[in-house]
């Protein structure tokens, strides 16, 4: 195990139930000294009692050691809320509905943050019958690929799953869908409203690099 609880998580977490030293010691069955020492960065709890402490707050263990702790009135059964974590190790791809403490070869994934689609990433979007029909401009190989495609509705998730030297494409039902994600192995995670990405035509994603050069250009000339 290459993390542990902190003496400031505990505290955090105790001020947070407003549980005084004494109060969480016995529920503990140690000495409110005992809680002081862990809480001043003199000493750590026995790894027995680390799910005596996790249930004394109402946590997991998980999100004890992570530091992070899940509030389920966040989530809401709302699927917008989606975070997608991806292992740096194996490649898994695990989804969750709004905050939580995800672990994978030993290592705590963060969420990913979704940036907006770009000339590097470009994604077409076609409506054909009760289908959304998604391509994405982009190379295959087994270096540089994109790894899933997702589709997301208030209350549903379609997951493609892709592979490296196939097709960057895919069908999901509409049902809904409200925003469609992708993943990038060396770029990361993007996401785009169907709306906007139905129909769209290469102009869409102008020459990002010459646009710059003529709003330079004319920033010199105008001011």
């Known amino acids: ?16 139930n407003k549980m005084t030293q004494l109060q969480l010691a016995e529920k503990l069955g140690v000495s409110d000294k005992c809680v002081s020492k862990w809480e001043n960065l003199r000493g750590l709890p026995d790894i027995t009692l680390l799910e005596p402490i996790a249930n004394a707050f109402g946590i997991s263990v998980t999100e004890l050691i992570s530091g992070n702790t899940v509030h389920n009135a966040n989530v809401s059964a709302n ?4 975070k997608f974590y991806v292992c740096p190790v194996c490649g898994n791809v695990i989804h969750s509905m709004g905050e939580a403490a995800i672990h994978c070869h030993g290592i705590q994934l963060m969420p990913l943050d979704a940036e907006p689609t770009d000339e ?3 994604i077409f979007i076609e409506r054909v019958e009760d289908e ?4 994405i401009d982009h190379s295959m190989t087994k270096a540089h690929y994109i790894s899933f495609v997702a ?6 998730m ?7 030297e196939g097709n960057a494409e895919t069908r999901f039902r509409i049902r809904g869908v ?6 990038c192995n060396r770029d990361g995670l993007f996401s785009i409203d169907p709306v906007k990405g139905i129909d769209d035509k290469e102009s869409g994603y102008d020459n990002a690099q010459e646009r710059r050069e003529l709003e330079m250009a004319a920033k010199m000339l105008f001011g």
Do not use: C
């Not at 195990?1 to 947070?16: F, P, S």
């Not at 409200?178 to 993943?183: A, E, G, N, T």
């Open 178 to 183: 409200r925003k469609i994600f992708f993943y």
């Open 1 to 16: 195990m290459n993390q542990y609880v902190t003496g400031t998580v505990i505290r955090e977490l105790r001020e947070k």
């Open 132 to 135: 959304y029909y998604v391509r």
């Open 151 to 156: 589709a997301v509705s208030s209350d549903d």
């Open 79 to 82: 699927m917008l809320r989606s």
């Open 120 to 122: 590097d990433h470009m």
């Open 158 to 164: 379609q997951m493609v799953k892709l592979y490296p």
